[in-house]
């Protein structure tokens, strides 16, 4: 997996997220979050930074700071209690209400990490050719694609690719699904 151009397309590279609103939030861990230099977004929509940090009561944890969101119903926090970014579904999908938010889920160890994550998962795009799917290629399936993100992962924080379901286990199966090609990626992003 090299980061090789598509002709007339730029790839997707590394944003830093810049948040203009600070809701409740204590200034050191203020601090702490501009100092990880946290991404701006992954794949048009899988991970994105919002405009502002915002302080949540979580019951059970206490206060994790909600910088983000994955997909359309999840959102991405920080717990400064452990260091840990989690995940949790919280928000409805369209018309559907979420009676109650689910169960927080890991994404990474630190911020240190989850932010390495998303630039090492944006370096080794492309991953695959749509029109092109070998599954008999070593390289180039979206199998053995998914297996190098996964070692990739694995180097950066060994728990983030043990967490059952959580965020990057999830992507590895979506990216050895075939769900990452070049061409859908760039459609999906804008670039």
Do not use: K
């Not at 889920?105 to 390495?116: I, K, R």
């Not at 979206?142 to 060994?158: G, S």
């Amino acid at each position: 997996m090299a980061n090789q151009g598509t002709p007339g397309r730029s790839l997707p590279q590394y944003r830093e997220a810049t948040f203009t609103e600070w809701r409740s939030v204590p200034s050191d861990v203020r601090e702490a979050l501009e100092a990880a230099r946290l991404p701006q977004d992954l794949f048009g929509g899988r991970y994105t930074s919002l405009p502002g940090v915002e302080a949540v009561e979580i019951p059970g944890r206490g206060t994790l700071f909600r910088f983000g969101t994955e997909m359309l119903s999840c959102s991405i926090y920080w717990d400064p209690a452990t260091g840990e970014v989690l995940g949790r579904a919280d928000r409805p999908i369209g018309p559907h209400d979420l009676s109650s938010p689910g169960p927080l889920y890991f994404v990474n160890s630190s911020l240190g990490q989850f932010a390495e994550t998303v630039r090492a998962m944006l370096a080794a795009f492309p991953y695959y050719d749509r029109y092109n799917l070998d599954i008999d290629d070593p390289e180039r399936s979206p199998t053995a694609v998914a297996d190098v993100l996964r070692r990739t992962i694995r180097r950066i924080d060994p728990p983030a690719v043990e967490a059952h379901d959580g965020f990057w286990d999830t992507f590895y199966w979506d990216v050895g699904n075939g769900d990452f090609a070049t061409q859908d990626v760039l459609d999906a992003t804008g670039d």
